[in-house]
């Protein structure tokens, strides 16, 4: 007879920054039904499509299930099973090889979105292993945001959908979509409910755009021409918040005359929204106290990343919106190890100055590498020689703009490990790949490190497949043999102890409480201060000639010249059925969207000859790859918004799974960087589509 179903609490992961606290049913060993845990602090009950068919994840009889050393050529797409063992020595011993010839820092070590624990056993790592460069993604997704958000106003303001607000201004940022950020749809959801007004800043008339008060459609790559629009008729009419201005902010004179020349009219031109509706919203904006601004990864898509974030937080700023309740703001951590602990950022006192990025010069407080920068010095030598990579939770081949320069750069390196759940185009250019437990095979700890002010419980619901660990447990084996074993725990479950024992907390004791969120603290410049070098909000950075910075922010151009070769606008939006590059190959996402696609307006199409469903050609400067037409009003007709993040699990290894035929990265280029993260222009690209022949 078969068993009962038995249900189990732990918190959704890996499908996007996750977070909804989930009841997972198992009956015989296996998983048979996710939902939402009323209880969820984060959720209340909701879920997605994607989270409730996440188990899926683990049964495809395609996933990796042993350990893989490459046999063939690079990325031919042979290979041959070996042991952990072997995995672990040889991986150790080909990246000891290489910090012996070329010194430590010429090994990266790279990271996708953070998706839990492991993210910072990988910091720890590379650490130990005494290299400074961590390759991830972070030139395109939140550290725009969160470290313009430090050198302006101290912290990175995220908005408070917890505590009642008054208008929520969702600007580039698609929640129902996405839920980024631990800002799960269905928060967004209640305070509209509750009577919150809606005003949604997107090129694209999103499902969120349909329940606004205001949508203003604008153009992509025009964000902070807009913001200073705002901006200006805020200070013009007088609306911003006086006593906040005057005693809390530095450089509002400054940033008044500054923002003179951006009248609505002006910046009408430049973002296609009509003046009318910029006065609208800005006036709603700043009347409705408090007002959430919910800004999306989007602003962070092209070069001008560093302004558009700018000319946000002083939006927020001077209508009075910072660190209080429904406003943006500052999400204290729990009390748990802190980060430069976990991660033994002591080991490494030289890390900034040693990076590769130094070279470049990228703003104070950034971290990692810009995966541009990473293929620098991997092709160029620049500023030194990189000759090896181990990677994990990411698929560069896909992710990074100028996907062929990615092929290169792991073509020619000496030699690449990668762990993943599944062979992807990355892995097939691996040496050795590596299996992995995932979501509920294995205890991780979620939204650590990531200035989300909580911390969420994954505890294992099932066992893994025999042979496929943990990366946790991987990263503790290999650092055990590539740096001195001494800073590794005898079992790598001790990390998930060490962070919540400052708590008061075993492991075992947070996974009962679920969910550690840090105090509620709003105001606390009125005693201390904002944590500047003046103490205050900067709308003028003071600290701009130290560090090279634009001291305030500007719309100085397009992210890329107008080019009447490619008359249309190429933008992007992440799928609600997919995490950027992954889980093509779960069936039941597969059915959802067989097909990447590219929304089309039907004017344009009409002009064009296609037809809704037809295979279509989209072409850059840079490249080209096809995709199927959506014809679709939400998009304007000289916009056209493509699918990222496709390859074709179905297809062939040893052509990295048709890689190039429809991947948005194609169409990339790294030629244009902006200087303070190092962000290419992966969305606001001139582009052409014609119908393929
Ligand atoms: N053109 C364009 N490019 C973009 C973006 C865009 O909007 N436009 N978005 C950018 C953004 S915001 C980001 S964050 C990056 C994301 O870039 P990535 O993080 O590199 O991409 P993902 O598809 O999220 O994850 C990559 C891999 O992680 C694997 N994975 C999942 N769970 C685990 C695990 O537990 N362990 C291991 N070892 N592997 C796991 C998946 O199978 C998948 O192969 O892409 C960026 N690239
Ligand atoms: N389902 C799903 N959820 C995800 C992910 C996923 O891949 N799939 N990825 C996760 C990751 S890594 C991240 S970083 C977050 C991102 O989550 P979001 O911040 O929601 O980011 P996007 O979906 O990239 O873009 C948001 C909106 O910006 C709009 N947009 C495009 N171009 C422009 C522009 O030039 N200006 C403005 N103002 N808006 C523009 C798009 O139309 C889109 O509706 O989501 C996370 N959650
Ligand atoms: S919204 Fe995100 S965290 Fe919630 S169920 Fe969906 S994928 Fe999981
Ligand atoms: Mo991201």
Redesign the pocket.
């Known amino acids: 007879m078969a068993e009962e179903v038995r249900w189990f609490k732990t918190?959704?992961?890996r499908?996007?920054?996750?977070?909804?606290s989930?009841l997972v049913g198992v009956r015989d060993r296996e998983i048979v039904q996710i939902k939402?845990d009323p209880d969820g602090y984060l959720?209340r009950g909701?879920?997605?499509?994607?989270?409730?068919v996440?188990a899926d994840r683990l049964s495809h009889p395609d996933r990796l299930r042993h350990p893989l050393r490459r046999a063939g050529k690079r990325g031919e797409g042979k290979w041959e099973r070996i042991s952990w063992e072997e995995a672990l020595d040889e991986t150790a011993r080909n990246l000891m090889r290489i910090r012996e010839e070329h010194g430590a820092r010429a090994v990266g070590f790279g990271v996708g979105m953070p998706k839990g624990l492991e993210h910072f056993v990988l910091i720890r790592l590379a650490n130990l292993f005494g290299s400074p460069n961590v390759i991830a993604s972070q030139d395109v997704c939140h550290a725009p945001r969160e470290i313009t958000g430090v050198h302006t106003c101290g912290f990175y303001p995220v908005a408070d959908l917890h505590n009642p607000t008054r208008l929520v201004l969702s600007w580039a940022s698609n929640l129902l979509a996405t839920?980024e950020e631990g800002q799960?749809?269905s928060l967004l959801l209640e305070q509209v409910k509750n009577g919150a007004g809606l005003i949604v800043v997107d090129p694209r008339r999103t499902e969120l755009a349909q329940r606004a008060d205001l949508w203003l459609q604008l153009r992509p790559g025009t964000a902070q021409a807009l913001a200073l629009g705002f901006l200006h008729v805020i200070i013009e009419e007088g609306l911003h918040d006086r006593e906040f201005v005057e005693k809390y902010t530095y450089g509002f004179e400054d940033l008044s005359s500054h923002v003179k020349t951006y009248t609505p009219e002006a910046v009408a031109e430049i973002t296609w929204v009509p003046a009318d509706l910029i006065r609208r919203a800005a006036r709603l904006y700043a009347e409705a106290r408090p007002a959430a601004l919910q800004w999306g990864n989007a602003i962070e898509h092209d070069i001008h990343a560093f302004d558009a974030t700018r000319s946000l937080v002083c939006l927020m700023a001077i209508c009075g919106n910072l660190e209080v309740p429904g406003g943006n703001i500052n999400a204290h951590d729990p009390k748990i190890m802190g980060l430069a602990e976990f991660v033994r950022a002591d080991l490494i006192p030289d890390k900034r100055s040693q990076m590769i990025s130094a070279h470049h010069g990228v703003i104070p407080r950034l971290m990692t590498v810009a995966p541009a920068f990473f293929r620098k010095a991997v092709l160029e030598g620049t500023p030194y020689p990189v000759r090896g990579y181990y990677g994990m939770c990411t698929n560069p081949l896909v992710a990074w703009a100028e996907s062929p320069l990615t092929y290169d750069a792991f073509n020619s390196l000496d030699f690449v490990a990668v762990a993943d759940l599944f062979m992807t185009p990355t892995a097939a250019m691996a040496d050795i790949v590596l299996p992995v437990a995932h979501q509920y095979e294995m205890n991780d700890i979620g939204h650590y490190g990531i200035g989300h002010g909580m911390i969420l419980a994954r505890p294992k619901i099932v066992d893994p497949p025999p042979e496929c660990w943990p990366d946790m447990k991987i990263m503790n084996e290999l650092g055990k043999r590539v740096s001195s074993s001494e800073y590794w725990p005898e079992d790598h479950e001790a990390f998930l102890d060490d962070l919540v024992r400052p708590a008061g907390l075993t492991y075992a004791q947070f996974v009962e409480k679920g969910c550690l969120k840090g105090p509620d603290r709003f105001r606390s410049y009125i005693e201390k201060g904002f944590r500047t070098p003046t103490g205050k909000v900067e709308l003028k950075l003071s600290t701009a000639a130290k560090f090279k910075l634009k001291p305030l922010p500007d719309f100085v151009a397009l992210p890329e010249d107008e080019d009447a070769d490619f008359p249309l606008t190429l933008t992007s939006a992440k799928s609600r059925y997919y995490l950027l590059s992954s889980y093509r190959w779960v069936a039941k996402l597969r059915e959802k969207r067989p097909h990447p696609l590219v929304e089309i307006h039907p004017e344009t199409a009409l002009s064009l000859g296609i037809r809704d469903g037809d295979t279509v050609v989209i072409e850059t400067r840079y490249g080209s790859i096809q995709q199927v037409a959506r014809l679709t009003d939400m998009v304007h007709p000289r916009v056209v918004s493509a699918a990222l993040g496709w390859w074709f699990p179905e297809g062939d290894a040893a052509s990295q799974f048709d890689w190039r035929k429809s991947n948005f990265n194609m169409l990339t280029s790294i030629g244009k960087l902006g200087k303070e993260f190092g962000t290419p222009n992966i969305k606001n690209i001139p582009c052409r589509v014609r119908r393929e022949s």
């Open positions: 918190h959704c992961a499908m996007d920054h996750g977070g909804c989930l939402g959720n909701y879920t997605c499509y994607k989270g409730r996440s839920s799960i749809a």
